[in-house]
């Protein structure tokens, strides 16, 4: 037994041998010599903890986030000092704003030499204290299983997020004695039998109630839960932007996600709610349509706000009633209540109707449509299929039209971060090898995180990537034209060849301009992908004037003119 070997372990071993006993099943790294223990001690994990080697360190701390939005569990990535900590920190940022646990392990100087603005040193309890949940330095190589412990301890309590570790390199070196620690244990909160009977009371008393579900920590079993309860009570249902895994949009209760591009008319029935309960949620600018929806700090609507973090609870509204609760213990108390008085469930109905008319493609200018390009993939995969995006108006098709169905079906950054889509589809098979996956991405967003192709191909995973293509970082583009009609600048770009790209890695790659031809090409797409194990792109191109489900360039500049003549 390595704990008991009376020579010791060095930093690396112990580190490695913590992680094993939490659970991590796989790393994402860029190695860097300023941790070079920890990747010789994965030589004695072979089969237990698998390394996925990444392309560049943004790409590493992406995949490690999706891990932990897919599992519950913290994602964990590794990267070496100062380059390769500032190339992570957009994955550590996803993590804060998108409440998903992680631990990210960086390199330090040896501590001899702190302070002294040595080769590629950061404080990064400064550098990432905005960004995390904790960050700490390890500066006791017999202390590596506390801090370890810790660390997954709080990326996965209250509100999850992520945790950085920095590591001296002494302390990696350094050999000691020192006995592991078990696997981390996760404390449930409880709501209490008070809250249940008030909760119960107002929303019976609730004449127009709405449920909002939003946040991280579901389980398929926990949505279940909270499906019964809606059913019972009648409440329509919807979900926080971007969170679109949070409830079955099958469901006859599901009403649409609420936020950015949400429907009109579901914008309508919150506005004009008189009970908002919000499950899990923040409630964050995104969602309540600049604090316009739900307002702060005062709501026109009562609001229960149920949230696993009770400082999230009050922090910007002020609710009627505040419960801090573990989603998954929350959906356990909830789906066996039964109501006193029957709501009927004409609301929920109507909700719903209003959410199907919105699968209907919408037209769209040019010979290619990406909304019946939309509908047809939400037709085709099977429900247990991922989806994954980054951020760009191209996002909107598949959010739109596609309907979830519940934790592990769809991947999306609500941090709006670019480059997402590919690392978390990466990560994302890689967990699940049976599961269909299919990442949706801009041409702009592609290019972000596009080098992760090499993981792609060196793991064989069978990927399906649908490259949106209208030349333009074109969400800017639609801001441009709404403040400063027919000043367009410095968005369009040059795109390279896809299929060629996709070649190069192994892969297939076809072109579609025309709607009609979408359909073959996807099906070969993804029939590529499972009999050869390595990704399949089509590029889409489309008249870049139809920017959004609905909407085009042309008549966003024409309303701003518009605007502006009066
Ligand atoms: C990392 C990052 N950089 C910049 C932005 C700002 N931004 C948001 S959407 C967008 C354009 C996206 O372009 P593309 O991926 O081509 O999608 P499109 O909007 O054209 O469909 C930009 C630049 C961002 N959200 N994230
Ligand atoms: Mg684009």
């Known amino acids: 037994m390595a704990g008991t070997d009376i020579a010791g372990r ?138 370890v412990s810790r660390a997954f301890s709080v990326a996965t ?16 070196w350094g050999t000691v004695v020192v006995d592991d620690l078990p696997r981390y244990r996760r404390a449930a909160l409880h709501p209490g039998r008070q809250d249940l009977l008030q909760m119960q009371a107002l929303l019976e008393r609730a004449e127009r109630p709405v449920m909002i579900l939003g946040g991280s920590g579901w389980t398929s079993q926990a949505v279940g839960q909270i499906a019964r309860f809606a059913h019972r009570f009648n409440l329509p249902v919807t979900v926080a932007w971007r969170r679109l895994e949070c409830f079955d949009q099958m469901d006859p209760h599901f009403a649409g996600h609420v936020g950015w591009g949400m429907d009109p008319a579901l914008e309508a029935r919150i506005r004009q709610a008189d009970l908002v309960l919000a ?14 929806l739900i307002e702060s700090p005062m709501p026109r609507q009562q609001l229960i ?59 769209s200018p040019g010979p290619l449509s990406l909304d019946a390009i939309a509908a047809h993939v939400n037709r085709m995969l099977p429900e247990s299929a991922c989806v994954t995006v980054g951020a760009g108006n191209y996002a909107l098709y598949p959010h739109r039209y596609r309907q979830f169905h519940g934790p592990g079906t ?106 009609e031809d979408f359909p073959a090409a996807f099906a070969q797409a993804r029939a590529f992908a499972a009999q050869q194990h390595l990704p399949a792109l089509v590029e889409i191109r489309y008249d870049p004037d139809g920017i959004a489900p609905g909407e085009t360039l042309s008549a966003i500049r024409a309303r701003a003119l518009g605007a502006w003549h009066h």
């Open 10 to 147: 060095n930093g690396g071993q112990i580190l490695m041998q913590q992680l094993r006993n939490h659970g991590v099943r796989r790393v994402f790294m860029i190695p860097g010599e300023s941790y070079l223990p920890c990747i010789d001690a994965l030589n004695e994990h072979v089969g237990a903890i698998q390394p996925i080697v990444c392309r560049q360190e943004g790409g590493a701390a992406y995949m490690a986030e999706a891990y932990g939005k897919l599992t519950g569990e913290p994602g964990v990535c590794f990267v070496t000092r100062g380059p390769g900590a500032t190339n992570a920190s957009i994955g550590l940022h996803t993590a804060y704003q998108d409440s998903t646990p992680m631990v990210l392990f960086v390199g330090q100087v040896a501590k001899a030499f702190l302070d002294r603005e040595a080769f590629q040193e950061i404080d990064y309890r400064r550098m990432f204290g905005q960004v995390s949940k904790w960050v700490a330095q390890i500066d006791a190589t017999e202390r590596i299983p506390e801090y």
């Open 157 to 172: 309590s209250g509100r999850p997020g992520p945790v950085v570790l920095a590591l001296p390199e002494d302390t990696l």
């Open 279 to 292: 499950v899990g949620t923040r409630l964050g600018e995104a969602t309540t349509l600049a604090y316009s």
């Open 305 to 363: 706000h149920v949230h696993p973090d009770v400082g999230e609870i009050g922090r910007v509204y002020t609710p009627m009633l505040g419960i801090a609760a573990s989603l998954t213990a929350f959906a356990e108390a909830v789906g066996n209540l039964e109501p006193s008085s029957l709501r009927d469930a004409a609301q929920a109905q109507q909700a719903h109707a209003e959410y199907l008319r919105n699968l209907e493609p919408l037209p």
């Open 410 to 515: 769809s991947l999306a950054p609500t941090l709006g971060a670019m480059g997402y889509g590919l690392p978390a589809a990466i990560s994302a098979k890689l967990e699940y090898p049976d599961k269909e996956v299919v990442c949706y991405a801009g041409d702009g967003c592609f290019q972000m995180t596009l080098q992760e192709l090499g993981v792609a191909m060196q793991y064989r995973l069978g990927i399906v990537i649908l490259v949106f293509n209208n030349g333009i970082w074109g969400t800017i583009r639609a801001h441009q034209e709404r403040e400063f009609p027919e000043r367009a600048i410095a968005l369009d770009f040059a795109n390279p060849s896809f299929a060629q790209l996709i070649a190069a890695y192994g892969g297939q790659g076809q072109v579609v301009e025309r709607t």
